[in-house]
């Protein structure tokens, strides 16, 4: 159980576009998602908290109207990258928080690489 | 805020002997949790083992275990019987019961694993 999915699991995209990435609880409903940014080599930054019907809360230094985040529903969140330029190459992780009793642990998705040319 | 320190970039081990990670962290909070996390080379984020702080019981999951020091502020992971498997990134982790930070985790620098025959 507490299986956490991301699409697509790699994509490259031209500057200046945007790319969707999403986020799926498989097996249980996610009442908060996060989003992770991790570059080579090094540790996974939080980029946003979002709560399923709610604005996303964004950490700081992380631009709200680049990185687009939804989370319509329980089981799904959604990361768009708009006007993508070669420094939003990252490797993209997401987790899903699985309220079991009080406590809640975070599952992790698999990653999207993105890079952009 | 809280902060994260794994002190050890690297550490080696051989195959069926014992190794510990260390992780320090800094917080004026009194309830929170602490996991360790695996990043093996496919970038999924595993879930290793979960402390609770008000647990004086230190957590075990099979060949994992920790030394927790709530005083000392220390959370090291034991790895017993290493395993070629077990070569990885490993991810100490704080999380704040705070209700204005639940569930959100942050993330020690990392250390790397070599398991060697």
């Known amino acids: 159980g507490a299986v956490v999915s991301q699409h697509p699991s790699w994509v490259i995209c031209k500057s200046g576009t945007s790319v969707k990435i999403e986020c799926r609880s498989l097996d249980f409903q996610a009442t908060t998602m996060f989003w992770y940014r991790q570059f080579p080599k090094q540790s996974l930054m939080l980029m946003a908290t979002?709560?399923?019907?709610?604005?996303?809360?964004?950490e700081q230094g992380v631009e709200k109207d680049k990185f687009l985040i939804n989370h319509a529903s329980l089981t799904l969140s959604t990361l768009t990258v708009t006007s993508a330029h070669p420094e939003d190459s990252s490797f993209y992780i997401c987790?899903?928080?699985?309220?079991?009793?009080?406590?809640?642990?975070?599952?992790f998705g698999p990653g999207t690489r993105l890079t952009v040319l | 805020a809280q902060t994260v320190t794994q002190s050890q970039p690297e550490m080696s081990v051989q195959e069926a002997e014992t190794v510990t990670l260390s992780c320090t962290y800094d917080t004026s909070e009194s309830d929170y949790y602490l996991f360790w996390y695996k990043q093996p080379p496919s970038r999924q984020m595993i879930l290793v083992i979960r402390?609770?702080?008000?647990?004086?019981q230190n957590a075990t999951e099979n060949r994992f275990s920790v030394n927790f020091q709530k005083a000392a502020k220390s959370f090291s992971l034991k790895i017993s019987d290493s395993q070629l498997g077990d070569a990885a990134m490993y991810f100490c982790?704080?999380?704040?019961?705070?209700?204005?930070?639940?569930?959100?985790?942050?993330f020690g620098t990392g250390t790397r694993l070599q398991v060697t025959l």
């Open positions: 987790s899903a928080s699985h309220l079991v009793a009080t406590t809640d642990t975070q599952y």
């Open positions: 402390q609770e702080a008000y647990k004086q």
């Open positions: 979002s709560n399923e019907g709610s604005k996303a809360t964004y």
């Open positions: 982790a704080y999380r704040s019961l705070n209700t204005g930070t639940a569930s959100k985790l942050t």
